[in-house]
């Protein structure tokens, strides 16, 4: 019942049809993952694509968390002996969190309040009078109600407190300022004077007095100013017309023009200022806080997102080099497998010079391991570095077989140095050389050896210390499910890390695999997965598409086609009258076979579809190629740059106001929004990726605070 309840309510959310909706909370209900579903549930699902799955998924929890918050209300106004049917009704069929708490706020315990110290002397009574607005004597009336003492002016100003904390708890009053909050609420920053010559304050400057709606107030800026805040620089508030609002409330509670009227005007003004804005002002800060994290979680995980499935150069032999000036240049060797064979330190730049030995040292690891590409980190002496491999390689290698070179960002090569990960993987080497491994397989395969790296330390989020961090690794930890299943991995050469993403699988899972494969040799067929220890038939059923054997007896073990749709294929294949195999490799062969005859029950048009897909390029990875790429040679530094400069750069990260080229500088300039194309722009993803290689013109630079603006306009303004 509760499933179909929910069902009805996601798919008028999300714009869905209530079938699919059902189909695919079934599937989530069952342990099925996102891209399992999105993969192999397409009839089920009616083709949703992962995107969808999430949301459903996610509106999913909420709507279990509220009927949660749905008990704990219905039992505890029960137990105070003030549940009506009515109200029963109202909570029952309440589905929206903020609505919620209205209806429960009048019953919900709270700490020892004014009005509660006023109910506790008896004064409710008075305060009912008083709403009345009949009194023309509120002191007369009040003074029957004098006990122990208590004046007269304070029996008033405790029916007063009553009246303020009913005002701020009725719900048409509080929809009434929560109108008001949501239509002209503006956000003010200003700087803590104290703070304001600081150096640590610097970087608020732009905050030091800020003013704008709410409403268009973007996520950086928000989750900036409130970054201000959490440091001591900034004063931050979200206010209204207080004026306007206290006068609509008092024309919903005032009726008379009485000296009874004026006493509940007084107490509406008291509620609204004491009570109700400070609750809706801190509520709107929560929820605009919660807007600005899921934005910018969003933004980190499509960066992410296209990092992860960044080109790979493949499985070649690699040269990895991580450069510096003071202790030297790490040299990695790597086969084609990414295995260490050899590493050095060589020293072409000063203050330890040696570029003849460096350069002598750098060709004979090239001949002697056969090097076919070089990957250079792009941090400190990149640059100087890449000049001096860029003479060895016309030195040292023939023009028909010349090491290509790339430079490859080295974000979190540092933190997986000193990681477990890294431990575990180079027990007997220091963290320079486990740093130059990641540089040099990174140019292998991105995917693979990013994995193994908190999302987190890989530079393309922003203000990610500053979100929720529950959020932020839910979907950090679903977009690299999302990559590493789109991809697919060799079972046979998958790392443990690698492995846990897979769909089903996790740590221990994928920790048992790479024991058997250990203790058995290589897996020969998907079936073998099922002699895995604790790899079950729902395990297998969920990963077994998504892992790849490339030299397996049956060709479909090295595609995404399931296991269970092989009967299907190799009916297909029969109906041909050839071989799987043949029906791989002919296209013509393929282009007789008519999809509709094998529609089943179970089958549907999008899984043959897919199928027939999977057939044409078996275990195709959707990546893109490699590109070698060249900064400008006239500049090294910042001081080389000048205004008007056309010069070639690497996007490195993108924003909601724009993205950041690197252009060989050391320090990555920015392309506002407003400057990425001729045209107008709603977003930054709309016109670049994530190491995207464009054209950009200098703008304006600087030195001072060391910041370089670019343009991608082609139209000089």
Request: some cysteine; glycine content about 6%.
């Amino acid at each position: 019942m509760e499933q179909n309840i929910f069902a009805k309510l996601i798919a008028e959310r999300l714009g869905l049809r209530e079938k699919n909706v059902e189909g695919t909370l079934a599937l989530l209900d069952d342990g099925a993952t996102i891209p399992f579903i999105a993969r192999y549930r397409k009839e089920r699902t009616g083709a949703l694509d992962e995107v969808q799955i999430a949301a459903i998924s996610e509106q999913n929890e909420r709507l279990k968390e509220i009927q949660k918050r749905k008990e704990t209300v219905t039992k505890t106004i029960t137990e105070l002996g003030k549940m009506t049917s009515e109200l029963e009704a109202r909570i029952a069929s309440c589905w929206d969190a903020t609505e919620l708490e209205d209806i429960y706020l009048p019953y919900k315990p709270k700490r020892r309040t004014r009005a509660q110290v006023a109910r506790e002397q008896g004064l409710e009574p008075l305060a009912t009078l008083l709403l009345l607005q009949r009194e023309s004597n509120p002191e007369a009336a009040a003074a029957k109600f004098v006990r122990d003492g208590l004046p007269v002016s304070d029996c008033l100003k405790g029916a007063q407190d009553i009246i303020a904390e009913m005002v701020s708890e009725d719900e048409r009053a509080r929809q009434s300022v929560r109108g008001s909050f949501r239509r002209t609420a503006v956000i003010t920053s200003k700087v803590v004077k104290a703070k304001a010559e600081t150096d640590e304050a610097a970087k608020f400057s732009d905050y030091f007095d800020w003013s704008e709606p709410l409403k268009r107030c973007s996520s950086h800026r928000l989750l900036a100013m409130r970054r201000g805040e959490a440091e001591g620089i900034l004063r931050v508030n979200i206010s209204v017309d207080d004026e306007e609002n206290t006068e609509r409330l008092q024309r919903q509670w005032v009726r008379a023009q009485t000296a009874s009227g004026r006493l509940v005007a007084e107490a509406v003004a008291d509620g609204y200022k004491r009570l109700l804005c400070p609750s809706i002002e801190n509520e709107f800060a929560a929820s605009s806080k919660e807007r600005a994290d899921e934005e910018a979680i969003r933004v980190f995980a499509e960066n992410l997102r296209q990092l992860l499935l960044g080109a790979p150069l493949g499985q070649k032999r690699v040269m990895g080099i991580d450069p510096g000036f003071r202790t030297g240049c790490k040299v990695v060797c790597l086969d084609a497998q990414g295995n260490l064979l050899h590493h050095e330190a060589i020293f072409p730049h000063p203050p330890v010079r040696q570029p003849a030995e460096a350069m002598e040292a750098l060709a004979d690891m090239i001949r002697k391991y056969r090097i076919e590409a070089i990957a250079i980190g792009n941090g400190t002496a990149s640059r100087e570095t890449k000049s001096v491999v860029e003479m060895v390689i016309e030195q040292a290698c023939p023009r028909d077989a010349r090491a290509s070179l790339f430079v490859v960002s080295e974000d979190g090569a540092s933190v997986y140095s000193a990681s477990k990960v890294a431990r575990d993987e180079f027990p007997d080497e220091d963290v320079t050389v486990r740093g130059a491994v990641s540089i040099g397989r990174r140019l292998m395969d991105p995917l693979a050896e990013l994995v193994k790296i908190d999302p987190k330390s890989i530079g393309v989020g922003q203000y990610q210390h500053d979100v929720d961090q529950a959020k932020l690794k839910k979907s950090l930890d679903q977009t690299v499910e999302s990559c590493v299943n789109s991809v697919g991995v060799n079972l046979n050469t998958a790392s443990v890390h690698l492995l846990t993403y897979i769909s089903g699988l996790g740590p221990a899972l994928a920790g048992n695999i790479v024991q058997y494969r250990k203790e058995n040799g290589a897996f020969t067929s998907r079936a073998q997965l099922k002699k895995v220890p604790r790899l079950g038939p729902s395990a297998f059923e969920q990963c077994a598409g998504f892992l790849r054997i490339s030299d397996a007896k049956n060709p479909l073990d090295n595609s995404a086609v399931h296991p269970e749709r092989y009967a299907l294929v190799e009916q297909m294949a029969k109906d041909q009258g050839c071989k799987v195999a043949d029906l791989i490799a002919d296209k013509e062969l393929r282009a007789r076979v008519n999809i509709n005859r094998y529609v089943s029950a179970d089958v549907g048009l999008p899984t043959l579809t897919d199928i027939m897909k999977e057939l044409e390029k078996p275990g195709r990875d959707p990546r893109a190629a490699i590109e070698e790429f060249e900064f400008d040679s006239r500049v090294a530094s910042i001081d080389d740059l000048q205004e008007g400069m056309e010069l070639p750069g690497i996007v490195t990260n993108i924003t909601n106001f724009g993205a950041f080229v690197d252009i060989g500088v050391h320090q990555d300039g920015l392309v506002h929004i407003s400057q990425l194309a001729d045209k107008y722009v709603s977003h930054p993803t709309d016109v670049v990726k994530l190491h995207q290689h464009v054209r950009v013109r200098v703008t304006e630079v600087d030195r001072r605070r060391g910041r370089i603006s670019l343009s991608m306009k082609q139209t000089h303004p």
